[in-house]
C-alpha cells in the first residue's frame, strides 16, 4: 500500500509553516506581508501551501488561490486571477456576491464578454476594436485602470475579512500576471491582506523572465522570501515510511533517502515506484523517452515506471490529459480519448487511484504534480502528439481559449488555424494589457504566415500591419532590438508590395524612427521621420491630424537629436498648434518635452520645467506611460542641471516605482531613468541603492539595460574592486556612445590607478572617436574624459620631476596640449550654444576639474592651490566622492605651500567620505599622504610588530626604498628634506644590519618589513 504526503501529517515544516501562520497573524492586524515562498521542483512547496489554506478554512478569512500554467512560450494573461475571479463569483457568502456584484466590470473584462473594456474610449493603440490605428499609443493605456480596478476589489474583500492570497507556480506566470501582481504589493499599506506566490528555483535559468521581477521584489520592504531547502535525512526517513505504512527493509530506506536528496516528491516517488518486494528500479528502469520534458533523466525513469505501470487504458487517458496541460475538463477528455464510459470511468479510476491523476470538485481532473504531466507528455511519439493536439483543437473550438486553440493548431500542424488563434490571441492580449504576451502570439503569426495563403482574408489586417503592431508591442515590453527588426520589416513588405494608403506609409516611417530614437540611431531615425513628413506634407487635416501630430512629434524629436534645432523648433511649434487644436493629448505631452529641450538651446528660452510638468500631467491623463516616463526622466535631469540633487533623485526613484506599477520597468525611457537613477545614486552617496539596481540588472535585465550594468562599474572602481568582467562585456557593445562613454571613464581610472598614461590615451581617444562616430564632436562627456587624461599626464609629470627629467616633463606635456585644445573648444562651443557660462553643475565640476588637473602640469603651488579648491567648490553640489579626491589634491596642494592646518582640515573630510563610502583606493590614498605629511586626520592607529625596532617613519622610508627611490625622491613623497631621507635610510641599515640599500630591502621582503 503506497500512500502520499496529502494523506500523512505534514513532516519537517514546522518552522516554514509557523512563520508563514506569524506572518498572516500580522496581516489580519494590519500589517500586510507578501512572502515569496521558493523551492525546487517537488520540495514541498504546494503540501506546504495545501496545509496552509486547510488551516485558513477554518479561520475567520477570505482564501484566494490561483493557478499559474505552463502554456509554453504563448501566455494567458492573468490566468491565476481569472481563476480566482471566477471562484469568487461562485462564493457562498452574501457578503462576496454582493461585493462582487459591485464590480461587473472587473469580471466582464476577465470572462472575455465584449464591449466591457476598462479603457473604454482610450485612443490606446492595443484596442482591439480600433479598426485603423493611425498613431503610437501609450503602453500600458487602461493597464492602469484594470490594476486600479482589481486592487480595489482586493481591499474590499479585506474590509469584509482579512485576505490571503496564494498564487501557484510562479515561475510560469505570464508577464501580465506578473506586473498586475507587483502592482499590488505596490500598493499594501494597512490593508489586513496577505499574498503568498510560489516558484520552482531550479526552473529560473539565467534569462528567465520571473529573475528581473524576482529582483525588484528584493528591493520592496513588505515582501520576504522563504526558500524550502532539501529536507534532512530523519524527515525524509520518517517521510518515506509514513508513505510505505508496510515495512521497507534498512537498506531500501537509505537508499530512497539518499536518491532522493532531500526532495519528498523525488521520495514519494521512489517509495511507489518500487512496489511491494520489487526494488530492481534502483539500478534504473528503462525509458521510453529519457529524460522527458525537461525532466532529470533518472527521474524520469521513474515517473515513466509508474505510469507504464498503469493498464494500458489508464496510461492512454494519462498521455491523453498530458496535452491538454496542467488539467483538463472530463467531457474534454472523454471525447479526446474516446473510450467506451465504462473503460474511461474504470481507467480514470485507476490513475486517481494511483495517485498520478487528482479529481477536483469542479470536474476537471489534474495531474498531482507537473513533473508526472512533463515525463508522460515526453514519452508520446510524435505521430501520437500531433494526431492529440488536433482533437484537442477540434473539441476546444468552441470553448477553448484563443492561447490554447493556438497551441493545440500549431502542435497539430493546422497552421491556418494556429495563425487565425493567434491574431485572436494577441488581440485578447491586448484587451487585457499584456504587451508581451500580444508580442509572443503576433510574432508567431508572422512566422505562419508565409504558410498560410489566404492570411490577410483570414484576420482582415495587412502583413504590414501586424509586423507594426508587434514593433509597438515589443516597444512596450522594453525590447528595442526586437521593436526595430520588425517596424523593418515592415518596411520591407510595405516596399515590396506597396500599400494605397498613404497612411500606412507614415505610420511605418515614424514608426521606425522612433525604434531607432530609442536606441540611439539618432542619423537613421531622421532618415526615417524626415520621410513620413514628406509624405503628409507641411499641412494636417482634421483627418490626419493625430497621425499627423505624432509623425511631427517624432521628427521634431529626431531633428533635435541631429542637433537641426532650428527645424526642431519650427516643426514642433507648428505640430504643437495641431495637437491643441485636435485634442492630441499624448503627442502633446511629447511635442512639450522636445520644445522645452530646444529652448535650452536658445538664450530666450525659459520655462522648461514647467513644459515638462505639463507634459507629464497631459501624458499621465491620456495614460500613455512612454511619455509619462519621457516626462519625468527630463524633470530629474532638469532638477540635476539645477544642483537639486535630491530633487533629482527624488523625480528618478518615483519614476522607478511608476514604470514598475504600470508594468513597463524597462520600456525605453524607463531604462533611462533606471540608468539615470545609477548615475546620481552614485553621485549622492547612496551607493547602496546603485549596487540593488546593478547587481539586478546584470544578473536578470534585458540587453536594453547594458548601460545600466555598464555605469555600476564607477562604484567598483571607486571602491577598489575587480571589474574586469564588467568592463570586457561593455567593451563588446561600445559602438553605442554611452557606452563608448563609460568604457572611456572606467578604463581611464584604470591606466590612473596603474600609472599608465599611454593607456589612459588609448581609453580615451578611442571613447572620442566611437561617439563622435554617431554624435556631435562637442559632446559634454567628453570634458570628464580629458580631465581624467590630464590627470594621467600630471601624475607622470610629477614623477618626471622627481628624478629632474625635464625632457620627459615636456614631452609629456606635449601629448596632452591638443586633448587641452580639444576640451577648451567644447567648452566654448558648448556655452555659445547655450547662451550662458553654465553648463550644469555637473558639467560646470568637471570644467573646473580639469583646470585643476591642467595645474599640476606647471608645478605652480599657488595656482594649484586656487584651482583645487574651486574644484571642491565646484563638486559641491552633492558630488561626494569626486569632492573627497578633490580635497585629497588641495591638501597636497596645501602641504606644498606649507599650509599644513588646512591641508589637515581637507584630508580629514577626504577620509571621512571615504570611509563612509567604503572607497578603498581613496581611503588608502588619504592615509598615505596623512603618513607622509605626518597629518592627523582621526585615522585608526596601528603600529607595525616586526622585531626591528622600525620607527614608523623609517617604515615609510623602507616601504619607498623597496620601491627604488632615491633619497631625494623619498623626501619629495614624504615632505621632508633629503638629508633628513638619508639619515632615516641610515637608520634602516643599522637596525637590519644591512651592508647597503639592496640588503637592507632583501632582508626586509624575508622578514616579511615590506607593505603590499
Not at 222 to 239: G, Q
Not at 246 to 262: F, K, P, Q, T
Not at 542 to 562: C, E, G, K, L
Not at 901 to 915: F, K
Request: charged share 25%; proline share 4%; aromatic share 6%.
Amino acid at each position: 500500500m503506497v500512500r502520499t504526503s496529502s494523506q500523512i501529517p505534514l513532516l519537517g515544516r514546522a518552522r516554514e509553516l509557523e512563520r508563514l501562520l506569524a506572518v498572516v497573524g500580522s496581516s489580519r492586524a494590519g500589517e500586510p506581508s507578501t512572502i515569496l515562498l521558493a523551492g525546487d521542483a517537488g520540495v514541498g512547496k504546494t503540501r506546504l501551501l495545501r496545509e496552509l489554506g486547510d488551516w485558513a478554512a477554518g479561520e475567520d478569512l477570505i482564501l484566494l488561490v490561483g493557478h499559474c500554467v505552463d502554456l509554453g512560450e504563448l501566455g494567458l494573461p492573468y490566468l491565476p486571477f481569472t481563476e480566482i475571479l471566477g471562484a469568487l463569483t461562485h462564493d457562498p457568502d452574501p457578503g462576496v456576491a454582493e461585493m462582487m456584484a459591485a464590480h461587473p466590470g472587473v469580471v466582464s473584462l476577465f470572462s472575455g464578454e465584449p464591449g466591457q473594456s476598462l479603457a473604454t474610449g482610450s485612443p490606446g493603440r492595443t484596442d482591439p476594436d480600433l479598426p485603423d490605428r493611425v498613431a503610437p499609443a501609450p503602453a500600458g493605456s487602461g493597464q492602469r485602470q484594470l490594476f486600479e480596478a482589481i486592487a480595489t476589489l482586493l481591499f474590499e474583500l479585506a474590509d469584509l475579512r482579512p485576505v490571503l492570497l496564494v498564487i501557484e507556480d510562479l515561475h510560469w506566470a505570464d508577464q501580465s500576471t506578473r506586473d498586475l501582481l507587483r502592482f499590488l504589493i505596490s500598493r499594501l499599506t494597512d490593508q489586513p491582506v496577505m499574498i503568498i506566490a510560489s516558484y520552482r528555483t531550479d526552473d529560473l535559468h539565467r534569462r528567465h523572465p520571473l529573475r528581473p521581477w524576482l529582483a525588484e521584489m528584493a528591493r520592496v520592504e513588505i515582501v520576504d522570501r522563504l526558500v524550502l531547502a532539501p529536507l534532512d535525512d530523519p524527515d525524509m526517513a520518517a517521510l518515506v515510511r509514513a508513505v510505505r505504512p508496510d515495512r521497507l527493509s534498512d537498506a531500501v530506506l537509505r537508499r530512497i533517502v539518499e536518491r532522493a536528496e532531500g526532495n519528498p516528491f523525488y521520495a514519494e516517488e521512489l517509495a511507489a515506484a518500487g512496489g511491494s518486494g520489487d526494488f530492481g528500479f534502483y539500478a534504473g528502469v528503462a525509458s521510453a523517452a529519457g529524460g522527458a520534458g525537461g525532466v532529470p533523466d533518472g527521474l524520469s525513469d521513474i515517473l515513466l515506471a509508474r505510469l507504464e505501470a498503469l493498464p494500458t487504458d489508464a496510461q492512454h487517458v494519462v498521455r491523453v490529459a498530458a496535452i491538454a496541460g496542467r488539467s483538463v475538463a472530463h467531457e474534454v477528455l472523454a471525447a479526446v480519448a474516446g473510450l467506451p464510459s465504462p473503460a474511461l470511468d474504470a481507467a480514470i479510476r485507476e490513475a486517481v487511484n494511483r495517485y498520478i491523476l487528482v479529481a477536483e470538485d469542479d470536474g476537471k481532473y489534474q495531474f498531482r504534480h507537473a513533473l508526472l504531466r512533463e515525463s508522460a507528455y515526453g514519452d508520446l511519439l510524435p505521430g501520437e502528439r500531433v494526431r492529440l493536439h488536433a482533437a484537442f483543437a477540434e473539441q476546444l473550438a468552441d470553448t477553448g481559449s484563443a492561447a490554447e486553440l493556438a497551441l493545440h493548431y500549431r502542435e497539430s500542424n493546422d497552421l491556418a488555424g494556429a495563425l487565425g488563434a493567434s491574431w485572436q490571441a494577441a488581440r485578447d492580449a491586448a484587451r487585457l494589457r499584456g504587451p508581451v504576451e500580444q508580442l509572443q502570439h503576433l510574432e508567431r503569426l508572422l512566422s505562419l504566415w508565409p504558410s498560410v495563403p489566404d492570411a490577410a482574408q483570414r484576420i482582415g489586417r495587412s502583413y504590414v500591419d501586424a509586423a507594426l503592431e508587434a514593433s509597438d508591442a515589443a516597444s512596450d515590453a522594453g525590447e528595442r532590438t526586437r521593436s526595430i527588426k520588425l517596424a523593418r520589416l515592415a518596411l520591407e513588405r510595405l516596399e515590396a508590395d506597396p500599400s494605397p494608403d498613404p497612411g500606412l506609409a507614415v505610420r511605418v516611417q515614424y514608426t521606425l524612427g522612433q525604434t531607432l530614437l530609442n536606441a540611439d540611431r539618432d542619423a537613421e531615425a531622421y532618415v526615417h521621420t524626415s520621410a513620413a513628413m514628406d509624405v503628409l506634407g507641411p499641412e494636417s487635416t482634421p483627418q490626419n491630424a493625430r497621425t499627423w501630430a505624432w509623425a511631427a512629434a517624432i521628427h521634431m524629436r529626431s531633428s533635435f537629436f541631429n542637433g537641426k534645432y532650428e527645424e526642431s523648433k519650427s516643426i514642433g511649434e507648428a505640430a504643437l498648434a495641431v495637437a491643441e487644436k485636435y485634442g492630441v493629448d499624448d503627442a502633446r505631452a511629447d511635442l512639450l518635452i522636445t520644445i522645452a529641450r530646444v529652448y535650452e538651446k536658445h538664450p530666450e528660452g525659459s520655462g522648461s520645467v514647467d513644459r515638462l510638468a505639463r507634459a507629464l500631467e497631459l501624458a499621465r491623463s491620456s495614460g500613455d506611460i512612454g511619455t509619462e516616463m519621457r516626462a519625468t526622466y527630463n524633470l530629474a535631469v532638469a532638477a540635476f542641471n539645477s544642483g537639486d540633487l535630491t530633487e533629482a533623485v527624488r523625480v528618478l526613484k518615483a519614476g522607478n516605482r511608476r514604470a514598475v506599477e504600470t508594468g513597463v520597468p524597462y520600456g525605453a525611457y524607463a531604462t533611462e531613468t533606471l540608468f539615470y537613477t545609477v548615475h546620481a545614486c552614485f553621485i549622492a552617496g547612496d551607493w547602496a541603492t546603485v549596487r540593488s539596481i546593478v547587481d539586478a540588472c546584470r544578473a536578470y535585465g534585458p540587453e536594453s539595460t547594458r548601460h545600466v550594468v555598464a555605469a555600476g562599474m564607477y562604484r567598483g572602481v571607486a571602491r577598489g574592486e575587480d571589474v574586469s568582467a564588467d568592463l570586457a562585456e561593455a567593451r563588446r557593445w561600445s559602438e553605442l556612445p554611452i557606452l563608448a562613454i563609460i568604457v572611456g571613464i572606467v578604463s581611464a581610472e584604470l591606466a590612473i590607478a596603474a600609472g599608465s598614461p599611454a593607456d589612459a590615451r588609448t581609453a580615451v581617444t578611442d571613447a572620442i572617436e566611437r561617439v563622435t562616430a554617431l554624435w556631435d564632436t562637442t559632446f559634454m562627456a567628453k570634458i570628464r574624459l580629458i580631465a581624467l587624461l590630464t590627470c594621467a599626464y600630471a601624475d607622470q609629470v610629477e614623477r618626471l620631476r622627481m628624478v629632474r627629467d625635464a625632457a620627459g616633463v615636456t614631452s609629456a606635456r606635449a601629448e596632452v596640449q591638443p586633448f587641452l585644445d580639444d576640451a577648451a573648444e567644447v567648452i566654448s562651443s558648448c556655452r555659445a550654444e547655450r547662451g550662458s557660462d553654465s553648463l550644469g553643475v555637473e558639467a560646470d565640476a568637471w570644467v573646473l576639474r580639469l583646470a585643476a588637473e591642467s595645474s599640476r602640469l606647471d608645478d605652480n603651488g599657488a595656482d594649484a592651490v586656487r584651482a583645487w579648491r574651486a574644484a571642491v567648490h565646484g563638486f559641491g553640489y552633492g558630488d561626494r566622492y569626486e569632492q573627497a579626491r578633490s580635497r585629497l589634491r588641495l591638501a597636497e596642494a596645501l602641504i606644498a605651500t606649507d599650509q599644513r592646518p588646512e591641508a589637515q582640515a581637507e584630508a580629514r573630510l577626504a577620509y571621512a567620505v571615504a570611509r563612509e563610502l567604503g572607497a578603498a583606493p581613496l581611503v588608502a590614498a588619504v592615509e598615505s599622504l596623512a603618513r607622509r605629511a605626518r597629518l592627523d586626520i582621526g585615522a585608526p592607529t596601528s603600529a607595525r610588530s616586526d622585531g626591528a625596532g622600525l620607527t614608523r617613519r623609517e617604515q615609510e622610508v623602507l616601504d619607498l626604498l623597496a620601491r627604488g627611490r632615491t633619497n631625494r625622491q623619498i623626501g619629495k613623497e614624504l615632505f621632508i628634506s633629503e638629508k633628513t631621507a638619508s639619515v632615516h635610510v641610515s637608520n634602516i641599515l643599522g637596525k637590519l644590519h644591512a651592508s647597503g640599500r639592496t640588503e637592507a630591502v632583501t632582508i626586509a621582503h624575508h622578514r616579511g618589513l615590506i607593505s603590499a
